[in-house]
């Protein structure tokens, strides 16, 4: 079937450190599958990090990356440096490219970054 | 632009009892998915509209809960008789189809967290 599987948190680092959530997909029902991150601050909603959808491509945002690699069904998160108010909670999610197909979600990995 | 908005925010309910989420879309986004998000998992869908049409209500446990949207903007979320299994919080999300690199983004609402004792 159709899932999401991430690096299972906490996942805790230190100011200025390298960051990366693994994330791997499988995809029989989507051929050509669009991978999101999306994030949640502490007291906020849900709210998209980056998209691509295409394969091989690679998606930024706020000093986050993430390589949509079909060869090996990844598309993992990663910061060269985090600041302590990257700490949230990071959902990596699989949807579909025509509309008629559904969205799949990680579990979730709890980051907190530390001063 | 508006978000996407939920009410209530928060619901305690006792077994057996009923309770009813709403969502508005943001304007203009013909899609509303509702999800149910347990505690330390990720969000689940449970159903999803497409103007006022459900295109797919095969995870939403048909016995207690219903979901309309009939005039394609607002959507209500209800639960008929809640279990204790039922807590968690109800997230709605919409999205539009044509266009663009946003095509099919979805946009969360806050959440609605439920528990049921």
Redesign the interface.
Known sequence: GDS?TQTEGPVTVSESESLIINCTYSATSIAYP?L?W?VRYPG?????LL?V?TAGQKGSSRGFEATYNKETTSFHLQKASVQESDSAVY?C?L???T??Q???????TSLTVIP | EA?VTQSPRYAVLQEGQAVSFWCDPISGHD?L?WYQQPR??????LV?F?DEAV??NSQLPSDRFSAVRPKGTNSTLKIQSAKQGDTATY?CAS?F?LGG?D?????????TRLLVL
Request: aromatic share 22%.
């Open positions: 999401v669009n999101f999306y906020e909603g849900l709210q998209l998209k959808i959902y999610a949807g579909p490219n509309g008629y559904n969205f799949y979600f990680g579990k979730g | 978000g899609t998915y330390d998992q990720g969000p689940q869908l999803y497409r295109i797919d997230l999205s189809r690199l095509q099919d983004t979805q946009y969360f609402g806050p959440g």
